[in-house]
């Protein structure tokens, strides 16, 4: 089956591809599917949307904008091989270029973001994949990810695994005390009492979210 949508990363941050040659309405028919199933991780965020050789007309291209904009997701800029939708782009103040090719072979859907620095508050990390963290997540940040999460310190603020609903991901931390933890759809508030000193995992067990110590999950 072909996929009408797909969500990559690269050096640019968040690549949205779209298909260049299934009929438009479908296209955007999926796309809205996958916002709707994917509201948090793409609330707030920019993409450079990719199109291919796709010629898009003004008032398609309006269309596309609009019904990201209802998802509250701004395209930083539009790559495509067609003079017709850089023209179309650039007529709606959106930044057009043609698709550099070398940055797009490199991305690859599930590559995993290694960051090492404290996530402080304010701060929002976003990635298609999983997430790796080797430092703290302050209270007031926020990570967002559509893989697992894990952090190699303390996990005081916001963190959202499984954002395009994956329920198979986990989150995992040295220190798990978090302000909010969501997998997928499902959400949990802050465990109660002091850490337990030891490695933690969230994960999703049935239909709630479940917290034990790194050793007796890995049993």
């Known amino acids: 089956m072909t996929t009408l949508v797909a969500i990559k990363g690269g050096k640019e941050g968040l690549r949205l591809h779209l298909d260049e040659s299934a009929v438009w309405s479908d296209v955007l028919g999926a796309l809205r599917s996958q916002l709707d199933q994917g509201a948090q ?3 707030g965020a920019r993409v450079v949307v990719d199109i291919g050789n796709r010629a898009l007309t003004e008032e398609q291209f309006a269309e596309l904008m609009a019904l990201m904009r209802e998802h509250h997701l701004e395209a930083s800029a539009l790559a495509s091989t067609s003079r017709e939708s850089r023209s179309a782009a650039r007529a709606a103040g959106v930044v057009a270029r043609p698709i550099a090719r070398s940055v797009a072979a490199s991305d690859e859907p599930g590559e995993a973001l290694f960051v090492c620095r404290t996530i402080r508050s304010g701060q929002v990390v976003r990635h298609q994949g999983h997430i790796t963290i080797v430092g703290d997540v302050n209270a007031g940040a926020e990570v967002i990810a559509g893989g697992s999460v894990v952090v190699w310190g303390r996990l005081r603020g916001t963190v959202h695994a499984g954002a395009l609903g994956d329920r198979s991901a986990m989150i995992c931390a040295i220190e798990l005390r978090p302000t909010q933890l969501r997998i997928a759809d499902l959400i949990a508030r802050a465990p ?18 479940a917290v034990e110590s790194w050793e007796r999950y890995r049993r």
Do not use: H, K, L
């Not at 109660?192 to 979210?209: H, L, N």
């Open 192 to 209: 109660d009492g002091a850490a337990s000193g030891r490695p933690e995992v969230a994960y999703i067990d049935g239909d709630q979210i």
């Open 41 to 43: 991780f793409f609330n």
